[in-house]
């Protein structure tokens, strides 16, 4: 039986309605470094497809490698980097969940993008765009991994998000993603940071981050 083993996530699957739309929420996920395959880390996204889930919305929680980003500010997600051992669509191919070679030149649907971007700004959200760049854990990186982060182009780096996005791009379920920013990962004033830190950062930017989603569910 896969369950949640972090302190802050609870792996529960709530059900019920925002502003009339069926919504099925899951509090928490599974991660890579738990040790947990692939497959199971991403068997939700599979589960909420045959559910009727028909277009998903992923949060996390990352440090920043852009100078310009704040501890609890927000990311829209543009693309990502991918720097995690494996993929969930390793293995035999079912054609008809998803191709064997999915696309993924525009992994994060440009609708729900642009409707999350229309939202902040009539609502005065502060919301970033940028890349993520997805990295095992559990373990936070060095001085020297946090300055080639930012060399190949990441604005924030997390341990999640990217194997659930691979999913939904292979199984045709449009998905988008938001970082909430936690920590500040500058090599050159490196502080050290604790588990109870960015749990405190990401319980500030909560009421943000849902009433962007809540608002954004009511318009797609």
Same mark, same amino acid.
């Given at each position: 039986?896969?369950? +949640? $083993?972090?302190?802050?996530? *609870?792996?529960? =699957? ?17 991660? @890579? ?5 692939? *497959?199971?880390? $991403? ?5 909420? *497809? ?16 852009n100078p310009n980003y704040q501890k609890g500010? =927000?990311?829209?997600?543009?693309d990502h980097i991918n720097l995690l051992p ?14 064997? @070679? &999915? ?12 409707? =999350? ?12 765009? #940028? ?6 854990? &559990? ?9 080639? =982060? ?6 924030? %780096? #997390?341990?999640? $998000?990217?194997?659930?996005? /691979?999913?939904?791009?292979? /199984?045709?379920? &449009?998905?988008?993603?938001? +970082? %909430? ?16 830190e960015i749990i405190e950062v990401a319980a $500030?930017?909560? &009421?943000?981050?849902? *009433?962007?989603? !809540?608002?954004? !569910?009511?318009?797609?």
């Amino acid at each position: 039986m896969v369950t +949640s $083993t972090v302190e802050s996530h *609870k792996g529960r =699957l709530i059900f019920g309605k925002l502003n009339g739309v069926e919504v099925v929420a899951m509090v928490g996920r599974f991660h @890579f470094y738990e040790g947990y395959s692939m *497959k199971e880390v $991403t068997y939700p996204v599979r589960l909420m *497809k045959h559910l009727g889930v028909q277009k998903l919305m992923v949060s996390n929680a990352s440090g920043a490698l852009n100078p310009n980003y704040q501890k609890g500010d =927000l990311m829209l997600l543009d693309d990502h980097i991918n720097l995690l051992p494996g993929n969930p669509l390793i293995g035999s191919n079912k054609e008809e969940e998803g191709p064997r @070679f &999915p696309d993924m030149g525009r992994p994060y649907d440009q609708q729900i993008n642009r409707v =999350l971007t229309d939202v902040a700004a009539k609502h005065q959200i502060k919301i970033h765009q #940028g890349i993520y760049a997805a990295v095992s854990g &559990p373990n936070l990186e060095t001085r020297a991994e946090y300055r080639y =982060l930012r060399i190949i182009g990441a604005d924030v %780096v #997390g341990m999640s $998000t990217v194997p659930e996005v /691979i999913v939904a791009n292979h /199984i045709g379920l &449009p998905c988008a993603a938001i +970082s %909430v920013i936690t920590d500040v990962c500058d090599p050159d004033n490196l502080h050290p940071v604790s588990l109870a830190e960015i749990i405190e950062v990401a319980a $500030t930017a909560e &009421p943000v981050l849902t *009433k962007l989603i !809540v608002q954004t !569910v009511a318009e797609l």
